[in-house]
T-cell receptor, first 114, second 114 residues
Framework: AQSVTQPDIHITVSEGASLELRCNYS??????LFWYVQSPGQGLQLLLK??????LVQGIKGFEAEFKRSQSSFNLRKPSVHWSDAAEYFC????????????FGTGTRLKVLA | GAVVSQHPSWVICKSGTSVKIECRSL??????MFWYRQFPKQSLMLMAT?????????EQGVEKDKFLINHASLTLSTLTVTSAHPEDSSFYIC??????????FGSGTRLTVV
């Protein structure tokens, strides 16, 4: 069965520090992989996505993610966090055919200390 | 491109009444739309998948008679919460899919049933 695991429910980092949010997935084949950010009471904004090709994906707002097939992971990174990055981050797996359904991880809430 | 408009952003209704939420793809035709529900501080749970002109496919545990989905055109899907009760209070988010654009999410609707 398809699943997405985000092991860290909460993460707190200082402004300017580096960030890594973990995401592990279970899927029968190579899925489409996504990272979204959600501010309180808001919808989701796509940070980046991986469909195929280069396993290091660059996204908006200085974020990047690396697809590691051997580890079934798609961790999100940012070298220097800004206070405005405080939000909820969701990793998602999308089917590559058929219904195109998404499965979301449980989310990681990021807190940034000034 | 690829903008999804969701309306209303928030709604308060009395218990027993019905509420309709609209999801429109503004600049593309969406072959498939998805409806998600998000409880406070939790992840998004897929409720149903709708394809234009056909019946929606509901996820296990979602009451199809409670959450009516209509996908009348390639740019509009509606979710009607019938006979709403306080436990239906939640954040509802739609997403539209079209091959060339991938997935785009609406900004969400906060439903409060009093």
């Amino acid at each position: 069965a398809q699943s997405v695991t985000q092991p860290d429910i909460h993460i707190t980092v200082s402004e300017g520090a580096s960030l890594e949010l973990r995401c592990n997935y279970s899927y029968g084949a190579t899925p489409y992989l996504f990272w979204y950010v959600q501010s309180p009471g808001q919808g989701l904004q796509l940070l980046l996505k991986y469909f195929s090709g280069d396993t290091l994906v660059q996204g908006i707002k200085g974020f990047e993610a690396e697809f590691k097939r051997s580890q079934s992971s798609f961790n999100l990174r940012k070298p220097s966090v800004h206070w405005s990055d405080a939000a909820e981050y969701f990793c998602a797996v999308g089917a590559t055919s058929g219904t195109y359904k998404y499965i979301f991880g449980t989310g990681t809430r990021l807190k940034v200390l000034a | 491109g690829a903008v999804v408009s969701q309306h209303p952003s928030w709604v308060i209704c009395k218990s027993g009444t019905s509420v309709k939420i609209e999801c429109r793809s503004l600049d593309f035709q969406a072959t498939t739309m998805f409806w998600y529900r998000q409880f406070p501080k939790q992840s998004l749970m897929l409720m149903a998948t709708s394809n234009e002109g056909s019946k929606a496919t509901y996820e296990q545990g979602v009451e199809k008679d409670k959450f009516l989905i209509n996908h009348a055109s390639l740019t509009l899907s509606t979710l009607t919460v019938t006979s709403a009760h306080p436990e239906d209070s939640s954040f509802y988010i739609c997403s539209a899919h079209r091959d060339a654009y991938g997935y785009t999410f609406g900004s969400g609707t906060r439903l409060t049933v009093v």
